[in-house]
């Protein structure tokens, strides 16, 4: 885990890219909320909750483009599933990433996280059983949450979404484990099918889809159904709404399919295109 001086390094570096011109950034009070700093010719929006002895948080919405970062996880590690839980007793699946520095990831839903942790008091997360090595740890949240609203805001996502209240599907994916040809035909010819048959190369540790490209689909039937853009900008996805209409009534595939069922999965409308064209074009064995 990182040492407090080195998170308070990196989370100054966040807070002082602000000021790195000489200009200085506009500061908010802080009367128990986040700390806060914006530079409106960066289009740079930042929120922090910094602590002495364990990891801390920073949200930021950096032109137009939404991020969740927490500084002092674990490294080594590809992703981080934590059980989260809030003040008043709800409880999460959160899915964090890597983002490129030994011990900061990256929340995959940032919206949904943020409005997670707002309300402040007691925000514990923990990794689940077995899993190593094991991470958890309790952050005292500022009991105001106006400046880290200030960074939705900035970002356009909503303060509220119901969607926030159902469970995500954990260990639900679109791969069929026992599949033996190909689930889905697609209009590309032979050629292009097969020099597509490699497996794509990993994506670099610091690759993330933007979170304003995120769609959400809730399961029912054991399928993807009410499949929507969490955001009102998709910019750079290729054609969302071809990606709504691939995912909408798409198949679900885990270990207890039943235990799916209400629950969200997230996909993001640059990136969903993708698999769907690899898993086509898997040859049959």
């Known amino acids: 885990m990182l040492g407090s001086r080195a998170m308070r390094i990196i989370i100054a570096a966040t807070l002082c890219v602000l000021v790195g011109t000489g200009q200085a950034a506009a500061t908010a009070p802080q009367d128990d909320d986040w700390e806060f700093a914006e530079d409106p010719a960066r289009q740079l929006t930042v929120a922090a909750a910094r602590y002495d002895n364990g990891p801390s948080i920073v949200a930021q919405c950096r ?7 927490l500084i002092g996880m674990p490294a080594g590690t590809e992703k981080i599933e934590l059980n989260a839980t809030r003040a008043d007793g709800r409880g999460d699946l959160q899915d964090w990433r890597p983002a490129g520095a030994d011990g900061v990831f990256r929340s995959s ?11 402040g008091g007691a925000y514990a997360v923990r990794t689940g ?5 094991p991470f ?3 952050f005292d949240l500022p009991m105001q949450s106006a400046n880290l609203d200030r960074v939705l805001g900035a970002c356009g996502w909503a303060m509220d979404d119901e969607r926030d209240q159902l469970a ?30 490699q497996p794509p ?7 993330f889809m933007p979170a304003e490209q995120q769609i959400s689909c809730v399961v029912r039937s054991a399928r993807l159904a009410d499949c929507r853009p ?24 885990a270990e207890d399919v039943a235990a799916a069922e209400g629950k969200i999965m997230y996909f993001h409308a640059g990136g969903f295109t993708t698999v769907i064209d690899y898993i086509a074009t898997t040859a049959a064995r």
């Open 201 to 207: 190369p990993p994506a670099a540790p610091a690759s």
């Open 230 to 253: 969490d955001h009102a900008r998709v910019d750079g996805a290729p054609d969302p709404a071809a990606t709504l209409r691939l995912l909408n009534g798409e198949r679900i595939y």
């Open 109 to 119: 839903v940032p919206a949904r996280d943020i409005r997670f942790m707002r309300g």
């Open 168 to 197: 995500r599907a954990a260990g639900a994916s679109l791969s069929d484990p026992d599949a033996r040809a190909p689930r889905r035909s697609t209009s590309r010819s032979i050629t292009e099918r097969r020099n597509q048959r």
């Open 63 to 69: 032109e137009g483009a939404l991020s969740l970062l």
């Open 136 to 138: 958890a740890a309790t």
């Open 129 to 133: 059983e077995g899993v190593a090595p």
